[in-house]
C-alpha cells in the first residue's frame, strides 16, 4: 500500500540559524513583539509503498539516517499516514 | 620525471573543474577531469574535488553527491593513502561523506561571499602532502566563494581538531592575525581547512585553483598545488599506488 511521510528536518538546537533569527526579526518589525524566537527547517513529504505500517516506519528511518538528516547538525522528525486518496494517474484516468 | 597524475572529479553542477585544469600545467600537473558516474580513478597519484555545487546542492551541500558511483573508490584511495583535496563544494562533499569530520552550513549572514581572503597557514606538517610547501603561521591569500561556508563541529570534535593539530587553515587578517572580523561566515574557530588523521586529505573553503596565476588577482594558490607535486616525488608509494 501507499503511504506518505511528513519529514521535518532541522538543524540540532544550539547551532545558530540565522535565517531563522532573520524571519523573528522580521515578524518583530510587523509588531508581533511577542516573538521571541524561530528556528526554520525544511518540510520534505515521500511518497512510497510499503506492505505494512512497521515496514513503513523502518523505511522513513532509513531514509532520514541515510540521506535526509545529517546528524552531524540535523535531527528528523516525522509523521507517516496511509495514503488513501487516488494517485495522480488514477485521479486523471 | 613524467607529471603527476591528478584526477578532477567533475560531478553535475560542478564549476571549479576547468579553472583546475587549466592551471595543472603550471604547477607540474597530468590532469585529467573524472566524471561523477565513472567507478575507478584510472590509476592517478593524487584526487581534486573542485567547487561548484554539485546536483544542485539540493537537500544539502555535498548531500547527492557523497553517493555518486566514483566515491568509494575516492574514499578507498584515500584509506591507502593516497592525497585528496576538496575545496569549497569539495570540501562540503568529504564531510557528507564522513572523510572529514564536522559540516558546512549557511554563511552567518546568509549572503554569499565571493571575495580574496587571507587565511593563516597552521601546522602545515599535519597535512604535508598539501601544505608541506608553506610555513607555519604564513599568510596567504585566496578567493572564497560561498554561501554555505560556516564550518560546524561539535565541542568534542573541536577540541580534538585543535588538539591533534589538524585545524590548518583559519580565516586571518593581511598579517595573519585571526581575529572575528576576518572571519567571512561565522565559522567555529575561524576554520576554512582541516585535514584528516593521516594528514592526506585536505578540506578548505577557499579556492586555490583561482589564485595560481598574478593576472588573476594573486598566485599564493600556487604553494598549495606545488606542494602536492613536490610531495608526490618524494613518495616512493606513487609510483606504485598508479598500478
Known amino acids: ?93 | 620525471m613524467s607529471p603527476p597524475r591528478i584526477a578532477v572529479v567533475v560531478f553535475p553542477g560542478t564549476w571549479s573543474d576547468r579553472d583546475f585544469l587549466d592551471v595543472a600545467p603550471l604547477v607540474g600537473w597530468d590532469a585529467r577531469p573524472v566524471w561523477h558516474a565513472e567507478r575507478e580513478l584510472g590509476g592517478v597519484d593524487a584526487v581534486v574535488l573542485p567547487g561548484g555545487f554539485a546536483h544542485g546542492d539540493y537537500l544539502r551541500t555535498g548531500a547527492i553527491a557523497r553517493f555518486s558511483p566514483i566515491m568509494p573508490a575516492i574514499e578507498s584511495f584515500a584509506a591507502s593513502g593516497g592525497a585528496v583535496l576538496g575545496s569549497c563544494n569539495g570540501f562540503q562533499v568529504l564531510c557528507e561523506a564522513g572523510m572529514l569530520p564536522g559540516a558546512l552550513l549557511r554563511n552567518d549572514h546568509l549572503e554569499f561571499r565571493c571575495d580574496w581572503q587571507w587565511l593563516r597557514v597552521e601546522a602545515p606538517a599535519s597535512c604535508p602532502a598539501w601544505l608541506g610547501q608553506i610555513a607555519d603561521g604564513q599568510p596567504i591569500r585566496l578567493p572564497i566563494s560561498h554561501g554555505e561556508g560556516r564550518y560546524y563541529a561539535d565541542e568534542a570534535t573541536l577540541s580534538q581538531l585543535e588538539a591533534t593539530q589538524r585545524v590548518v587553515l583559519r580565516y586571518a587578517e593581511a598579517d595573519g592575525r585571526v581575529t572575528s572580523d576576518a572571519n567571512p561566515n561565522g565559522s567555529l574557530h575561524g576554520i576554512a581547512g582541516i585535514t584528516n588523521g593521516r594528514g592526506n586529505v585536505l578540506g578548505l573553503m577557499p579556492h586555490p585553483e583561482r589564485a595560481a596565476e598574478a593576472e588573476v588577482g594573486g598566485s599564493d594558490g600556487r604553494l598549495i598545488l606545488r606542494s602536492l607535486t613536490t610531495w608526490l616525488a618524494e613518495q616512493p608509494v606513487a609510483a606504485e599506488r598508479r598500478l
Open chain 1, 1 to 93: 500500500m501507499r503511504w506518505i511521510a511528513e519529514v521535518h528536518v532541522q538543524l540540532r538546537p544550539g547551532i545558530a540559524d540565522p535565517e531563522g533569527l532573520t524571519i523573528a526579526g522580521g515578524l518583530r518589525a510587523l509588531g508581533f513583539a511577542s516573538v521571541s524566537d524561530v528556528r526554520s527547517g525544511k518540510l520534505l513529504r515521500v511518497s512510497f509503498e510499503a506492505d505494512e505500517v512497521d515496514q513503513a516506519r523502518s523505511q522513513v528511518e532509513a531514509m532520514c539516517r541515510r540521506l535526509l538528516a545529517n546528524p552531524v547538525m540535523e535531527t528528523a522528525t516525522w509523521e507517516l499516514r496511509a495514503d488513501d486518496e487516488p494517485s495522480e494517474e488514477a485521479r486523471l484516468a
